[in-house]
């Protein structure tokens, strides 16, 4: 049996990076009724808090705690955090804050979502941050998000000589979008504490607004759709005795901000997919969208470690504080491949080694690998299939042999002597072509970082979900505004590109 509450002009379903940011400014209009529905808990844990803190969310009560169906590329599910309350992933992540380069965002409007080049996002990026002393033409100095660079020690430092010394570029704002090269890592860090989306977004101020609800512990089974149009969300609570299932009707538009694996999940639960899947997992179809949990991708993840010979000074600990942006031999349209040096070993699933060790870790941000999410049942809330593929398209591989070479020839330097013990993971065994495809598959981990499950794309594209507006195809008052409708990935962590998307979706639908 459901209940109906009270008619919105906005629902918001997943109260992320995305979420937070819609109703923080759809709600900036006193006369519309928003609100914000998230699965997970409004309680904050200190270690939610605290920057060093952030590998112990993994697997927390913040975390959904997903894996990847076995990986045909080395046998293994790996672990899949994505972030399960109030800020979701924003509020587990490791709050690097770095947009992709250019050639990254204007691959969007050349593959048909117009609108959506770097320059357009532009004015979003700069919206979302207070980034003080950069390039005003580049960088926000108002937003909500605070930015900052990682605060130079001896050890970074020597990260950075040792860039330079193996040939790459000092740049001056790597984070910025416009150059290649090496530089301080910005992170969303607030007076020594995570400034993540519900920080950040939904403070004391916008949670008291009188025409914002947010719900917390609120699990969306599915939207609902009558005639082609949306005109509401299905959801359940959970009380003390039980849970109680709610209809909340909507008069304007249902916005999902669910995320990649989110989003298409309710779309699919909501019988708005493949037709075949749906019907498979016993789903009523109310519409054959089969661009729905496809085109899933990820940056795969992987390193070299090495022992120190002297203590790595841990700054804000657990974390990287020089990042870089080049390009690999077999590049194609810009820069494909990040390195950072982090103070902690970044082991994937598959791969031991000590605890006390620092690495120089790298990853593919331009990857061609494409995977799907699916219903693992058509229970709300129940598991979903992600498979990023990882590896599918051997060319990452090749990307990711370059990325070892890179790190090594770092990791090498003049400038890394006083700190270089052993090189521990892979160990000075793994040389030849093969032995490092081996590794690279063995060591294979995710940098969280899923992507494009609701891609962007025009109408007759018979595999995009929503149209440049962020519209569903297909269905009135839906729309889509999360790292799903990434047409591809952008060659930077994800987080402050979720904002600027979000950021220009208010925007679309205010207009
Ligand atoms: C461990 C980790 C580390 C990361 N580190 C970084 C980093 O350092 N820098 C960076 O740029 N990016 C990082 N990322 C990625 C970045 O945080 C994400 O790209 C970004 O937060 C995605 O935003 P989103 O709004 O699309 O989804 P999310 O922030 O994941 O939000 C989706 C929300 O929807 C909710 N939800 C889902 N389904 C339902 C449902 N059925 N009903 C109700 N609510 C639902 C979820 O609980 C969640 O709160 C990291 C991610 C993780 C998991």
Redo the contacts with the bound molecule.
Sequence with gaps: MSSFTAGYDFVI???????CVLAARLSQDESAHVLL????SSQRTESMALPPAWPTL?GSSAD?GDATVVQAANGMAIPF?????LG???A???????RGHRSSYDAWPAAGAKGWGFDDLLPYFRRTERAHGRDPALRGDEGPVVVAPMEPDPFMTAGLQAAVEAGHRAATDVSGGLEEGFGWMDVSIRDGRRCGAAEAYLDAEVRSRPNLTVVTD???HRVRVHDGRCTGVE?SVEHGTGSEVLVAECREEVVL????V?SAQ?LMLSGVGPQAHLDERGVEVVLDLPGVGANFHDHPLSMVAYTPVQPVPTGVGNHSGVIGLMSSPVAADGPDLQLIISDMPLYGPGLRGPDHAYAIVFSAVRPYSRGTVRLGSAE?GAAPLIDPNYYADPRDLDVMAAGLDAARTLGRTLALDPWRGEEVVPGPGVRDAEGVRDYLRRSLGTY??PVGTCRIGPDGDGMAVVDPDLRVHGISGLRVA???VMPSIVSG????T?YAIAERAADLIRR
């Design positions: 379903v997943g109260a992320g990076s995305a979420g529905l998230e699965a997970g993994i959904w955090p994505r972030g399960k309350t979701g992933s924003s587990i992540n490791a709050m690097f804050f770095v609120a699990l969306v959801y901000t669910a995320g990649a989110g309710l709300p969280f970082h999360d790292a799903s962590n994800t987080n402050s979720v």
